[in-house]
């Protein structure tokens, strides 16, 4: 298993979903008994029936917005976290006002899988430049790093100078961080004429990636792989050597969602990410993560079997204000579902002499008579706002996970 971090990496697929969901079954037992928030959220649920993909999607979708209510409601972690306070590590905050507990553990949030598969050996010195206060990150990595036997430099962010200063004397082989916090280090280092070419690998992450600055980085002597975690979640997919997407963390069961729902989109389709775990201290059922991604055709070339997801492609909250008035996917969606006669639909919103414009086209097949007029009713119950319409055929809209384009601009 030299090429791969663990045995899991290359299971069958139908072995795989077996496995996944006899874990699930008992991470909803054991979310029912001991969460206070699934307590509620699942009380409808028995554990026992949810053993496939189908029973899954029927479980309710936790959302970062629910998450912050409750814990409004019940701090400080609403109910959701399984741990007695006292047996807290660290408490951190994401985007969005939410906390989250950290018990602790060698690689709790699974970034080791990540780190392997960059090349990362028992042995290795660690340059992390991820954020080590306020959010997990500088942990995520640093706490890896040390299980996998590595010893890990605990940079954090800024102080560029230092950093070069630090890595040309430590003699680093990995680097952790943002791919442009990098290439800044490297253009210092340039500029300071000082030695840093110990640096071959990089587990890099926070930020797109492009593939012009993956080039650039590579031919300064800088392999870099991505990662895609959350605070919330540790590791979700990362990049191998291959380089063909992102295969996905072996600990987590992801779906993807049409915007704004719990409803999977097709295959191929764009949608939100969902994730469940299997932390007993911190159970998270179908948390919609925020982020637009869409999965992969096949398995990766290096080997790994399980799906890939194509990165992340952008942020599914798309709520817009219109005319003093918020408008939410999920209304969209609400729309949608009233009228079978609607295949996909996307919310446009313009600006015309300085006045809001709303939109809704719709990818349909026949349509009756009148049905313009009874589907611009729904839109104003549902909206609270008088919406255009527009038929398109089916497969017009762009397959990019809008529901809502807010196309205004303003001089």
């Excluded at 985007?95 to 970034?111: K, L, R, S, T, V």
């Excluded at 201290?281 to 799906?307: E, K, V």
């Amino acid at each position: 298993m030299a090429n791969y971090f663990d045995a899991l990496e290359t299971r069958s697929p139908d072995q795989r979903e077996i496995e996944q969901f006899e874990l699930l079954v008992a991470q909803l037992q054991h979310a029912r008994e001991h969460s206070v928030a699934y307590s509620a959220l699942l009380s409808e649920v028995e554990p026992a029936t949810v053993t496939d993909r189908a029973a899954l999607a029927r479980l309710p979708v936790t959302r970062k917005s629910d998450m912050a209510a409750r814990q409004a409601e019940t701090p400080p972690f609403g109910g959701f976290a399984t741990l007695n306070e006292g047996d807290l590590q660290h408490v951190f905050a994401s985007p969005g006002g939410i906390f989250e507990p950290d018990a602790g553990g060698a690689d709790d949030w699974n970034m080791g899988r990540a780190l392997h598969a960059v090349g990362v050996r028992p042995g290795d010195l660690v340059h992390n430049t991820f954020s080590y206060h306020f959010t997990p990150a500088g942990l995520m990595l640093d706490r890896a790093a040390r299980a996998f036997g590595c010893a890990v430099f605990p940079a954090g962010v800024g102080q560029t100078e230092l950093q070069v200063q630090a890595m040309a004397h430590l003699r680093p082989r990995v680097y952790c961080g943002t791919p442009s916090f990098l290439k800044i280090i490297l253009d210092k280092a340039r500029e300071m004429e000082a030695d840093v070419s110990s640096l071959e690998l990089g587990t890099v992450g926070g930020e797109a990636l492009s593939g012009s600055l993956r080039g650039e980085l590579a031919d300064r002597g800088v392999s870099v792989l991505q990662v895609y975690a959350t605070a919330d979640v540790g590791l979700i997919a990362y990049e191998s050597s291959a380089q063909e997407g992102m295969i996905i963390e072996e600990s987590i069961i992801v779906e993807i969602v049409r915007p704004g729902t719990g409803d999977l989109v097709a295959e191929g389709e764009v949608g939100e990410v969902l994730v469940t775990t299997f932390d007993p201290h911190y159970p998270l059922i179908r948390f919609a993560t925020g982020d637009l991604s869409t999965f992969m055709t096949g398995q990766s070339p290096c080997g790994r079997t399980n799906r890939r997801v194509l990165g992340w492609m952008g942020r599914a909250d798309q709520t817009a204000k219109v005319r003093g008035m918020f408008v939410h996917p999920s209304q969209v969606a609400d729309v949608v579902a009233r009228h079978s006669e609607i295949l996909r639909a996307r919310l446009v919103i313009d600006n015309q002499n300085n006045a809001d414009t709303m939109v809704l086209r719709c990818e349909v097949g026949a349509v009756g008579e009148g049905f313009a007029d009874t589907l611009s009713r729904t839109i104003r119950e549902i909206c609270k706002l008088r919406g255009e319409i527009e038929w398109l055929p089916e497969g017009a809209l762009p397959n990019d996970g809008k529901v809502i384009d807010d196309q205004r601009t303003y001089d």
